[in-house]
Each structure stands twice: as C-alpha cells, then as structure tokens.
C-alpha cells in the first residue's frame, strides 16, 4: 500500500496548503474588475481579444507585452480590412452581375463572412503562444489560394483596357465564319451602292445635259419672237420638271456617298450577324474569357508578366504578416507564463489520474470506494487560474484523505489479521469489508 499511502500525504499537504492560505489567492477576478484596475478602454478590449490575450495575465506582465498584444490585434483588423474590400471587389466585378438588383447587400453579406473567417485564423495565429510548423504550413498553404483568389481581380482591373482589346481579338477568333459572311455582304452591298451611285450620277449628268440644252432653246425662242411664246413656256415648264428631278437624284446620291447606306436586304442580314456577336460578345466578358485575356496578355509582354507576379506576391506577403509577425516578434514573459501554466496543468491532470489508476490497480474495490466518482471539480480545483470557487474545497480534501486514511488503517488490520489470527480469518475480515462499504466518501 506504498502508493496509497503516498497519495494520502500528497492530498494530506494539499490540505494543509489550502489551510495556510487565503482562498481568495486562487479565485479570478471579474474581467470587468481587470479591465478597470488596468485601464483598458472598449478600443484596447477589442484588440486585446483579437490578438487572443488572457486578461488575466495581460494584468501581470509589462506594459510592452500588453502593447504587443494591442499591436497583434491591430495587424488582425488590418488583414481583416484588406480581405473585406478585396472579396467585395472580387464579388462585384466577377460573381455578381450588374443587373443583379440585391448586388450590393449580397456581396457585402458575403464579403463581411469571409473577412469573419480571416479574423478567426488570424486570432488564432496570432494568439498562438507555441510555435507550430504544422500551423505555419496551413496557414501558407491557405495565404497561397487567398493570394491568388484576390490578386486576379486585381489584376483584371489594372490591365482592364488591354484585357478588352484582347477580348475584341478571342470574339473574332471565334466568330471568323460570321465575320467572313459579314464582309461578303458589305462587298456586295458596297458593289450594289457603287452601282446605284453611278447611275443616279448617269441620270443626274442626262438631266443637267437636257437642262442646259432647254436653257438654250429657251433663250433663242426669246431672242428671236422678241419673247416668251408658246413654245418658251413649254420649254420653261419642262426645264423646271428636269430641274426638280435633278434635285431629287442629287439630294439622293449626297445622302448615300454621306451615310454609306445600303440597300434595305443587306441591311437587314448585317443587322442579324451584329446580334448574333453581340450576344457572344456579353457571354465573353465573363471571368473566364478575362483570365483567358489576361494569360495571352502576359505570355505575350514580358512587363506585364512581372507586372502580375508582383501583384501576387504583394497580396501574399500581406496575407502572411499575422505569421510573419509571429515569427519575427518573438515571445515576451506574458507567453512564458501561458505556456509554464499550460505545462503545469497537463502534468497536473496526468499525475492526479496515475493516483487513482495506480489506486484501483493496487486494490480494485477503490473503484466503489476510494476513487471519486466525479472528479471534474476535484481536478479543476487543482489546475492554475481556475475560476471554478467550490463553497468548502478544503472540506472536499478533508474527507477524502480521511476516507483514504481509513482505507489505510483498514487494509493494515485486515493484513495483520490474514498474518496472525489464519484461524479466525473469516469472522475477522468482514467486519474489515463492511467498513469498506458502509460509508464511502462524496465528493
């Protein structure tokens, strides 16, 4: 019973511990309380929870760990701003359509998820307080494909003029056959019109032929009767027919050369074939034909190649300075005491379960008896800056090390007993294993 034994006198100095000081040493203070007595205002309160800080133990360190952990905060609200205006521009320039009439809540609503997703990786990077390379590549892997993601309608915007250009030569690639029938039919309209204009410029030269000839004819008629006679006034009237006429076919061949029109027939084919690239054309400036543009834009000029991979590896270092902050920072007392606390209370809760299990393995019935049957309290009472105040917890102690005293003194006699007395072995030790059942302890 060495074990047993050893486990008594550890709760036994527990008790006497817990005895000799003051209970309020083990109780946390409200956090309204630190945040008073240490001055820290709803700005400062909201960077320190952003940087994942424990206030309690922001309350003993030095002003420039707290300063530190206000900066981490800060780098947060800063990643968590960039990676909201970025999804809301990605959103708004690729996902959700002009004509959309709920564009503007749907991409903010969407943009606010994605920025509280940013800020609870980084609020756990940052509050990190161990190095982790398993999070470290996480993290650069996720930095990756958000670099990427962001950095794209980015770069669309900043090409945007030669992105278009392109997209104009990718929708004439593709529409080669509609755009072959198109010039086909303007060579014959053109030829048509050509025809057209050259016989109204035929007509227009026959009417100012005979107009000059009735001017003539007119003025001998007039010169020889000393006036206009009957004849003059027949000539005068068709002069002024042929006159009209000229006009007409002068104002027609002006309107055609000025305008370039066609006939009625061809202008409706061309009208049809423009329709039909116009409806490709809206399909082509989707996200898909601007990447497509952008790729033969930088396989195609070498600047704009840098151009892009610069953009991003900008959007990348900025989704890396929450980790790059931690690895470059560095740990102040604040984290040493974190991790010290941490350490002890696992080893804590690893060396209280090896009592009792070295207990039960050295004498099973401890199962109904010795061992508490909920040790959730007994083992938060134990762990450092617990909040959890039992109402008597030095009472908790002081019945269980005497249960395990008794346990002690019982399991001597009846060992003693089994040495001694081998005659009266039976009668002896059940009133031994009636005290083992009779009272056992609570918690």
């Excluded at 760990?65 to 800060?74: K, N, T």
């Excluded at 840098?306 to 590896?313: C, D, H, P, Y």
Aim: aromatic share 8%; with cysteine.
């Amino acid at each position: 019973m060495k074990t047993s034994g050893n486990a008594l006198h550890h709760l036994s100095e527990i008790r006497k511990h817990r005895r000799n000081t003051a209970r309020k040493d083990h109780s946390h203070k409200r956090l309204s309380q630190i945040k008073s007595e240490q001055n820290i205002g709803a700005l400062e309160g909201v960077l320190l929870w952003l940087a994942k800080a424990d206030l309690y133990v922001v309350s003993i360190s030095t002003r420039h760990s707290r300063s530190m952990l206000s900066g981490l905060g800060a780098m947060v609200v800063f990643t968590a701003l960039l990676a909201f205006v970025t999804s809301l521009y990605t959103l708004l320039s690729t996902l959700i359509g002009p004509d959309n009439a709920y564009r503007w809540p749907i991409a903010v609503l969407l943009a606010g998820i994605y920025t509280y997703g940013i800020i609870l990786i980084d609020r756990e990077i940052v509050g990190a307080t161990e190095s982790s390379w398993k999070t470290t590549i996480v993290r650069m892997i996720f930095a990756i494909f958000i670099a990427v993601a962001v950095s794209y309608p980015a770069k669309l915007k900043f090409f945007e003029g030669r992105i278009d250009a392109e997209i104009d030569t990718i929708i004439s690639e593709q529409n080669s056959d509609l755009l072959e029938r198109r010039e086909l039919i303007v060579v014959r309209a053109e030829s048509e019109r050509d025809t057209q204009i050259s016989n109204i410029q035929t007509q227009i030269d026959s009417y100012s032929e005979q107009i000059q000839s009735m001017v003539d004819e007119i003025a001998v008629e007039m010169s020889q009767r000393g006036g206009c006679g009957p004849r003059c006034e027949s000539l005068t009237a068709q002069n002024e027919t042929l006159n009209q006429r000229l006009e007409s076919l002068k104002s027609q061949l002006a309107d055609m050369v000025q305008n370039s029109s066609f006939s009625s027939l061809a202008n409706n084919e061309l009208e049809a074939i423009d329709q039909e690239i116009s409806s490709k054309r809206l399909v082509a400036y989707d996200i898909l034909y601007k990447i497509e543009a952008l790729d033969r834009i930088t396989a195609a000029n070498t600047s704009a190649l840098m151009v892009s991979w610069f953009l991003l590896g900008f959007f990348l270092l900025l989704e890396m300075v929450p980790l790059a902050l931690k690895w470059s920072i560095g740990h102040t007392e604040y984290h040493y005491y974190i991790n010290a606390r941490n350490n002890i209370n696992k080893q804590k809760i690893v060396s209280i379960a090896n009592i009792f299990i070295q207990m039960m393995q050295d004498d099973p019935e401890q199962v109904f008896n010795g061992v508490p049957r909920e040790i959730t309290d007994f083992i938060a009472y134990m762990l450092e800056d617990e909040s959890v105040d039992l109402d008597h917890p030095e009472d908790m102690l002081s019945t269980y090390s005497d249960a395990m005293r008794n346990r002690e003194q019982s399991t001597d006699i009846a060992s003693d007993v089994d040495d001694g007395h081998a005659e009266n072995q039976s009668s002896l030790s059940e009133d031994p294993v009636g005290n083992r059942h009779s009272n056992p302890p609570t918690i």
